[in-house]
């Protein structure tokens, strides 16, 4: 009978220690699900957050895209494309300071982030600070799989023809050319422009010519080149016809000025 009591009591024993780990490792289970849970939600706040302010940016609304903004960098400090975003938000609202601080910071946090190198490479172009801005897009287009790098040789070839340094500037407008078969009417002048710059007329005139075949109505950039190459073949008359293009579309432009300068200097 004693034998059959001690039995029982390791049994109730057993089973004691048995629900109480089994109680431990269910709260462990429970705790590590709760955090996990806690950093999903975490990140989706930060994406809705970061979408929500990228729809107001696409929209020109500042003060929403700001405070959407500032929810995300909360949940995240060392997100590079909450950086990102708050940049272009400085830059539009003309903070430039801090919209290069935020670039800067989206750049330090995920060098291989090349959108924000393409639009901090743009940022510097409007600031006029063409060797900084072809110091970033030159990094930019090493990143064979990014969708936009066709971009960011355009704007490399922008930077370098600002820098004067036109054969940098055919390279790489010439490798933007071939990477699509749909070229906009402002690469092809581009292209006209830097090999009328090169001395390569005939080339220039070519592009010139697609370009004209592209648009309805001629930029005043393209008027006055078109009367550059018109004086390289020495066309008096189209000369001509582009100088009243300009005084009739564009009177006060510096591209009028220029002509005046050029052609009727003395006249």
């Not at 750049?107 to 060797?131: E, K, P, W």
């Not at 971009?151 to 055919?170: C, K, M, P, V």
């Not at 309805?216 to 100088?243: E, P």
Request: with cysteine; glycine share 4%.
């Amino acid at each position: 009978m004693k034998t059959d009591n001690n039995k029982t009591l390791v049994n109730i024993r057993s089973v004691i220690v048995y629900t109480v780990l089994s109680l431990s490792l269910l709260g462990c289970v429970t705790t590590e699900t709760g955090m996990f849970t806690e950093k999903t939600d975490d990140r989706k706040a930060l994406e809705y957050s970061v979408q929500l302010a990228k729809r107001y940016i696409s929209e020109r609304k500042w003060e929403q895209a700001k405070r959407h903004l500032k929810t995300a960098l909360d949940l995240d400090e060392d997100s590079a494309e909450v950086h990102e975003a708050l940049a272009l938000v400085f830059q539009n609202t003309g903070e430039f300071e801090r919209a290069e601080k935020h670039f800067k910071e989206s750049i330090d946090l995920d060098g291989g982030l090349s959108r924000a190198r393409l639009n901090y490479g743009s940022f510097l172009f409007t600031m006029q600070r063409y060797d900084e801005a072809a110091e970033q897009l030159e990094v930019v287009v090493k990143d064979t799989l990014y969708e936009r790098r066709q971009t960011a040789y355009i704007n490399l070839g922008r930077s370098y023809y600002s820098l004067q340094r036109y054969e940098d500037a055919e390279k790489s407008f010439r490798t933007a050319y071939l990477m699509s078969d749909r070229h906009s009417s402002a690469l092809i002048l581009q292209m006209a422009d830097v090999y009328y710059r090169l001395e390569q007329y005939a080339l220039s005139q070519r592009y010139y010519d697609h370009y004209g075949s592209k648009v309805s109505s001629k930029s005043a950039i393209a008027l006055l080149l078109g009367a550059r190459l018109a004086k390289q073949f020495d066309d008096k008359n189209a000369i001509s016809s582009y100088g009243l293009a300009l005084k009739n579309l564009y009177p006060r432009s510096q591209q009028y000025l220029d002509y005046k300068q050029e052609f009727m200097h003395g006249s």
